[in-house]
């Protein structure tokens, strides 16, 4: 996204004609930036060669998880609409894993009649009912099991998850116990140790620390694993300021382990392959003047994109055409909906803005749509996707109608 003759432009498309031509808000994913991020992704494990599963929760829409495909990426699901929509998009089944803590015995028989390439697992309980259904079945299962390392992503606590206070995974007690238990399983064929410690992780040493207890797992177990799967959580820069992640590190990480235990390696990722893709166009209703701040209103809301109330988010935010003039009070941008919480940003010496213009929030491509709602039965947005000077719509805007 760039700035020509003072028009914000995504690859070779103009803002303003999308916001006029389609409406707002509306959703677009730049295909220029979807391949460089694969592409980027790639070479910086090319030495190991990864799975590399895309995390589908972080965006659902079955056309970008076809041009996802492409690449030759499988999916990672934690439901049974996501494993439904990752097969309709074309995911070859044998690169898809199914993780998640509450699988039910719907899911798990459905997904073992796909023949996908991994449950994993994240109880005893689940795996009991695995081995039940696949002796029903009379199949034999390949699963995963997750640990819990105990590990600090450094990452926000809503989406920390490899910590022993979170639901997700077992302990390292629970962890041996059920090794044993599907060593001895006619149904079951334990493939793969599972990790994900979190998301938005902007640091390699919690990675660094995590490898570290799964080695010593591994060693423990005396079993071994064909897959390891770290998981994703790699995160995105939302402003010029903020951390990087140094893949590098971390990828010398992972050869110094697979030296000592040569499986092959699964990522999940999600915010890193989509994140910065999408971009959310919004107009400008009303501008509420107010003593110390204006309140900028746009047609955009929180039930569009969630997660700066769900998490506190900020996410960067342009004007469609440059000019000179500032505002000389702060802006906060805030949506229709009737909760405070229904607001994006609030930012000094903004550009002056008047209503019906145009604004864009960046790097929404991950858990934007994903995370929308009809909330005070507002319809969802319109989706694109630009590639070069071309413009597809991907997913219609929904219509009052829909949800009546």
Known sequence: MKYIKKKLTIDNVKIEDVAKKFDTPTYCYSYTKLKKNINSFKKNFKTFSPLICFAVKSNT??????EIQKFGLGADVVSMGELMMALKAGINPKKIVFSGVGKTSNEI???IDKKILLINAESKSEINEIDRIARIKKKK???GIRLNPNTDAKTLSQISTGKKENKFGVNEKTFLELVSYCQNSKNISLECLSVHIGSQILDHKPYEKMLSVV???????KHKFKFIDLGGGM???YNENSKKLNYSK???????????HPSKIIFEPGRSIIGDVGYLISKVIYIKENDKKDFVILDAAMNDLM?????GANHKTLPSIKRNQISKKTYEFVGPICESTDKFTSLKKFQKLKEKDIVVMCDVGAYGMSLSSNYNLRPKPAELFIKGSKIRVIKKRQKHTDLM
């Not at 080695?215 to 177990?221: G, L, N, P, R």
């Not at 971390?250 to 000592?260: D, E, G, M, S, V």
């Not at 997660?307 to 998490?311: D, E, F, I, M, V």
């Open 141 to 143: 299962v390949q699963i």
């Open 250 to 260: 971390y990828n010398t990480a992972i050869k110094k382990f697979l030296k000592r």
């Open 307 to 311: 997660r700066p109330a769900l998490y």
């Open 215 to 221: 080695d010593k797992i591994i060693v423990k177990t």
């Open 235 to 237: 995160g995105i820069s």
């Open 61 to 66: 829409n079955v056309n970008l998880i076809r």
């Open 109 to 111: 028989s459905y997904a």
